[in-house]
């Protein structure tokens, strides 16, 4: 095979030679013996001949050209035919095909690009992916958002891009000796992020001849934002300790008195006070579990409510008279403003009245004897009906408004126990009007009195928190 090409030059050699002999014999005969003459002659007759041979020698050597520079450009797109049987109609053949694979591999590595993209797009977690030098070859969308990235970070180091040392040190582990890191991560961008980040290896293929650490060739972070997790393991341990704190105070001073009691105090003139401190605390415990319930039935999947068309200057008027008793021991007057006859609202009876006495209720326990209180309704416009309590009582100190409505949060945690208060009652009244779709806040100022004002649709739409 591979003496084709060079079988074939000498064959023709040798048949050019040949033929000029021969043509040159019958010139020299026919033309009286003049070798110059017959000499031109049969140059003249053979060189269109041995053009035409060369030409079938180059032709076969363009076209194998003419296929390199089509798989250079990439633009090898369809077959070239080389019909030679030799060597180079081998080599083209070879071309063809390795240009055939070539482009196969490209759009193979092409798609795949595509859906990694697509994957790490769609990704919440974001995803930081360096080289094995430790400098960052991508970053995708999610990451960026988070950490605000507005330039270029390519080719930069995870440390200017961001200003953690431990991450840092995980990557260059990780680069060096190709074992897996997880570390907490605490972000110092606005609001304060954490993650938890998983950094592993970029391994040589399963073929690649390379082993163990020396062929790691590069890495990637994952960045899972647990920031609300970890938000929400707060509210979980402060409120278990909350409970527990709050429910220690009475069984503590429950037990104490018990004790009292059985030591010999029974027969003793006090034990009727005793038990009656006994039986306040009890009932201190029992409406700090009911309201716990409470609470807890509101966020549970399950909590239903049943809303009906409910007209409200009789609704309003019924929950005055439900808390007048307890306004008159303390001599405040309760008015209702000039409610429309018409206006009505689409709620749960029973969760609206709760909000109402829950809200009254406070309106009275912290206004001085001799106080007013009014309560009014207006169709704020198409869709909404905004409610408000206002007082003339001791107001509530600007800094702790934007906590009045978390669980047993109290200004005056010893006046609140005094009347009986659990500081569950306005995390009860928010949850309860978020449920129902509205909003809830407050005005006051301080010895001069507060404003708790909350909307409902008109038509209600059950919200699950
Ligand atoms: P509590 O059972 O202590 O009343 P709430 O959740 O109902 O608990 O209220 C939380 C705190 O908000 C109260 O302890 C009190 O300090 C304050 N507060 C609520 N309503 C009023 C009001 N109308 N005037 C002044 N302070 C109020």
């Known amino acids: 095979m591979?003496?084709?090409?060079?079988w074939k030059w000498m064959a023709s050699f040798i048949f050019l030679l040949l033929l000029l002999l021969i043509i040159q014999g019958y010139l020299l005969h026919f033309l009286k013996k003049s070798f110059l003459l017959s000499s031109l002659l049969s140059l003249i007759i053979l060189i269109p001949l041995a053009y035409f041979l060369a030409r079938s020698f180059t032709r076969p050597i363009l076209e194998v050209t003419q296929k390199a520079i089509q798989l250079v450009s990439s633009t090898f797109d369809r077959e070239v035919q080389v019909n030679s049987r030799d060597e180079l109609g081998s080599l083209s053949k070879a071309i063809g095909e390795m240009g055939i694979q070539l482009r196969n591999k490209i759009e193979e590595i092409s798609k795949e690009k595509d859906y990694l993209q697509t994957v790490l797009k769609g990704m919440m977690?974001?995803?930081?992916?360096?080289?094995?030098?430790?400098?960052?070859l991508m970053v995708n969308d999610a990451l960026r958002?988070?950490?605000s990235l507005t330039s270029d970070v390519t080719d930069k180091m995870p440390l200017e891009v961001i200003r953690n040392a431990e991450l840092e040190a995980a990557i260059t582990n990780v680069v060096r000796q190709g074992k897996t890191e997880?570390?907490?991560?605490?972000?110092?961008?606005?609001?304060?992020?954490?993650?938890e980040v998983n950094v592993v290896g970029i391994l040589p293929s399963l073929n690649s001849t390379v082993k163990g650490s020396e062929g790691v060739r590069g890495a990637v972070a994952v960045f899972h934002d647990i920031t609300r997790l970890k938000e929400l393991e707060k509210i979980r341990q402060d409120f278990v300790a909350n409970v527990s704190h709050e429910l220690r105070t009475p069984l503590t001073t429950i037990k104490g008195y018990a004790e009292t009691l059985l030591e010999g105090a029974l027969k003793e003139e006090v034990a009727s006070q005793f038990v009656q401190v006994i039986k306040r605390h009890t009932d201190r415990l029992t409406k700090i579990v009911e309201d716990l319930l409470v609470l807890s039935k509101i966020e549970s999947k399950e909590f239903q409510m049943k809303i009906e068309v409910i007209p409200l200057p009789d609704f309003i008027s019924d929950v005055i008279d439900f808390i007048k008793e307890a306004?008159?021991?303390?001599?405040?007057s309760i008015s209702q403003s000039k409610i429309p006859s018409s206006l009505a609202v689409e709620a749960d009876r029973n969760y609206l009245e709760q909000v109402l006495i829950n809200l009254l209720d406070n309106a009275i326990k912290y206004t001085h004897?001799?106080?007013?209180?009014?309560?009014?309704?207006?169709g704020k416009d198409q869709r909404e009906i905004q409610f408000s309590i206002e007082d003339n009582g001791i107001g509530i100190p600007k800094e702790d408004i934007p906590r009045i409505f978390e669980r047993f949060y109290r200004v005056d945690k010893g006046r609140s126990q005094e009347l009986g208060g659990t500081g569950l009652g306005l995390s009860i009244v928010k949850h309860l009007v978020q449920a129902h779709g509205g909003k809830i806040w407050v005005e006051s100022q301080l010895e001069k009195g507060s404003t708790f004002y909350f909307t409902l649709p008109k038509r209600s739409e059950p919200i699950h928190l």
């Not at 004897?369 to 207006?378: F, K, P, Q, T, W």
């Open 369 to 378: 004897e001799g106080g007013g209180v009014m309560i009014s309704a207006i």
């Open 145 to 147: 958002n988070v950490l």
């Open 182 to 195: 997880a570390l907490e991560l605490s972000v110092t961008v606005p609001g304060g992020r954490i993650f």
């Open 327 to 332: 306004a008159e021991k303390k001599k405040i």
């Open 2 to 6: 591979r003496l084709r090409v060079q």
């Open 125 to 136: 977690e974001g995803v930081l992916v360096v080289d094995g030098r430790g400098r960052i």
